[in-house]
Structure formats: C-alpha cells, structure tokens
C-alpha cells in the first residue's frame, strides 16, 4: 500500500479530520482511534490508520502475535450479471475459468498497453459474481467505462463491505475463538460467508503481510465499531494488538505496493509476474496485444531485491532514489526500509535489465548520501512464503 501523510485534528475525540466529506471514514476509524490511533493516510479517498506508534514494535507485534488493521480502503469493485464472468476475464490478462466459486486469486488489471491498473485480490462470490478487492486506484471507473463499450450485460458497483487483516501467527487461533471453527479452518485463498450475530461477513484466508492471517469483510458498516471491539476483546489473551499493515514486512516478502513498485508506466513482465498473465491460452483480455509484443521484444527493465549498505534507513523512502551503474542512471528504488530482523537495509527497485545478475552492485543516490547496494535473491525473508501458507 501505499499513501499520502495526514495529520489528524485533536478535536471532540480526535475524530474531526483536516478534510471534508470528500475524504470518508471507515467503519472502524472510532474504533481505532480509541486504540491509539495517532496518524491517518488517504487511500482510495479515505483515511487509512497509519500510525500506532512505534513502526517496528507494529512488525513485531506482527510476526509474534498478531495485529488487526483497519483496511476497509481496500474497497470492492462488484461485478454481477448474466455475462459476468466474461467481463471479468476481460479485465484479467490471469485465465479464470478454474477459479471455483469461494476461491480467491491475485491478479492483475492492464490497460490497452499493457500497463498496471491494479493489482487486486479477485473473489468469486457465484458463477456470475465478483469482487475486485483493489489498491489505490480508481478501478470502479475503469470497469465503467469498459463496460460502456463491452456490449455485455454487467452491473458494476461499490457495495458496502470494508475489511479488517487479522494478520500474524495467533491469527488462527484468534480467529476460531471469534468465529468457530469454519473460518478458521479456512485454506489458503479461500473464503466463505460467515453470520455473526446477524451481523453478514466474508472471511477469506488472505492478507497483505506474509504472514498467517485472514480478512473479515463487514457488509454491514454500521456494525463496525462492535466488529473491532469484538475481536479486540476476545484476542486479549492472545496477545492481540491495534495495528497497521507493516511496510517492514512487506518489503521483507516482495510485496508489490501500487503506486510505489508498479504503476500504468510498468507492465507484468518487467514485475516478474509473467505466471499472472496468460498469453498462450485462448483468454482474451485488455492489454493481450502489448503484452504479447513486449514478451517478443524483452522486457528493457526488471524488478529486483537490493541490499543497501550502510546506518540503518530512518523510515521509507518518500521519492524513488535514482540506482546507478558507473555514473548513469540504471533505474530506481522503489520500496526501501531496515529490516530490524535480518539488520539489513533491503529494497525493492526496477532496473535495466543488463545490471540484473545477482550480486551486481549499484550505487543508489538518497537525500543523505550514496550508498552502495548490491541485487540479491528476492523475497529476503522466508522465498518459499510457506508462513502464510501454513
């Protein structure tokens, strides 16, 4: 993920914010508030929690508890009708047609030049029923507009659901305490339907932090201040704690974040993503044409992992540094942080493709000074991501 820095107001309870209507709240923002919230972002036109405190007791509270985020940001594109399913695979260069219904994939969306629209999670709900759970962008006018000229019969709309991560290794637990055993039970990239007191969830064994966890989708935004207290309380003894998505252990697991590692400037191929993007079959979808002839030509650039020599990075990076190779620029860096777990600065970049080889060294130029780097293997920690696949 990736945002814009706001402050919030300390008036009436912290709960009047420094923009108006435009920007909304989520369900949970109260109830984060009340659990320390101290600083909110902008993502997809509302305010994401973005500080607890101390960002690297949040990682640790992470890998050994669990943490509850705040992600109903991460808003749903809805799309029904009887041609449904081809719609959606228009959308997707990521061949659906065995995607069973209560399935989830990754996938992602690419324009007419093959560029990165989004990379959502993709649920299917019923034969002629999706939800596209997006990053920041504004997909829902995207899939409007094709839909104008599709010459299908879809309907495409926002619907009230906004997630919760329970992210960690106690998530399980966690969560067969909140829910029973079902959704607990839940295999990787599924999800089912869940009644809670009445209240209608979607729970899918997803999440945006390498780590065990799972996502509660409320479809009911006026229970959300009784959803977090609910699970606050009863993961107490768990050791559960307030949180937001952890930068650190992104990057640690090569997780891409829209507008930072990838945008309408990049497509799939230059990502490594070439298993999200069918080009031998029979599926047609938006982007098909470049996508084919950029796999013909080569890609010019690729994304690789860099370790930063050097103090300890203070935060993120908030511009993309320049990556050099003998005094020209190579590319950039994306995403760079200290992991305080392996204490090393790692980050993820895109670069010519000539300067790609493991152990290559670059120099990358930050506000504070030109550190050396050196490409590694990627992800830095745990490659085989069997921690949330557990």
């Not at 560029?115 to 029923?129: A, C, M, Q, S």
């Not at 960690?168 to 969560?175: A, D």
């Not at 999800?191 to 969830?201: E, K, Q, S, T």
């Not at 977090?228 to 992104?250: E, K, N, Y």
């Amino acid at each position: 993920m990736r945002a814009t820095a706001l402050k919030h107001t300390e008036r009436s309870r912290g709960t009047e914010f420094s923009f108006g209507t435009q920007v909304r709240k989520s369900p949970y923002t109260d109830a984060a508030l009340r659990w320390g919230a101290k600083g909110f972002s902008v993502y997809n036109h509302m305010y994401i929690p973005r500080d607890f405190g101390d960002p690297v007791q949040n990682f640790w509270n992470l890998v050994n508890d669990a943490i509850l985020c705040d992600v109903a940001v991460e808003r749903q594109v809805e799309i029904t009708g009887p041609d449904a399913a081809r719609f959606t695979q228009l959308l997707c260069p990521r061949d659906l047609s065995k995607c069973a219904v209560g399935q989830c994939k990754y996938v992602m969306l690419t324009d007419q030049d093959g560029g990165v629209i989004n990379d959502p999670i993709l649920l299917r709900l019923g034969e002629n029923h999706f939800w596209l759970s997006i990053a920041d962008s504004d997909v829902i006018l995207w899939a409007k507009g094709v839909a104008t000229h599709a010459a299908m019969d879809v309907q495409i709309r926002e619907p009230d659901v906004s997630p919760l991560q329970l992210q960690g290794p106690k998530s399980r637990e966690i969560l067969r305490a909140a829910f029973g055993d079902e959704p607990a039970d839940l295999k990787y990239y599924r999800f089912i339907r869940h009644d809670w007191l009445g209240v209608p969830l979607v729970i899918s064994r997803t999440g945006w932090s390498s780590e065990l966890g799972y996502e509660i989708f409320l479809c009911d935004g006026s229970a959300g201040d009784r959803l977090w207290q609910h699970l606050m309380s009863v993961g107490a003894s768990f050791g559960l704690h307030p949180g937001h998505t952890s930068s650190i252990r992104r990057i640690e697991g090569a997780m891409l974040s829209y507008h930072a590692d990838m945008d309408l400037s990049t497509n799939p191929l230059e990502l490594g993503m070439d298993r999200l993007i069918d080009l031998d079959s029979q599926v047609n979808f938006i982007g098909k044409a470049a996508l084919l002839r950029a796999r013909d030509q080569g890609p010019a650039r690729l994304s690789v992992g860099l370790e930063i020599d050097g103090a300890p990075l203070e935060g993120s990076n908030t511009v993309r540094w320049p990556v050099s190779n003998g005094g020209n620029q190579i590319g950039y860096v994306s995403s760079a942080i200290h992991s305080p777990r392996l204490k090393k600065n790692i980050a993820l970049a895109l670069v010519a493709r000539d300067f790609t080889a493991l152990g290559q060294k670059v120099t990358i130029e930050t506000e504070v000074g030109t550190p050396l780097a050196m490409v590694v293997p990627k992800p830095f920690f745990d490659p085989q991501k069997s921690i949330a696949m557990e």
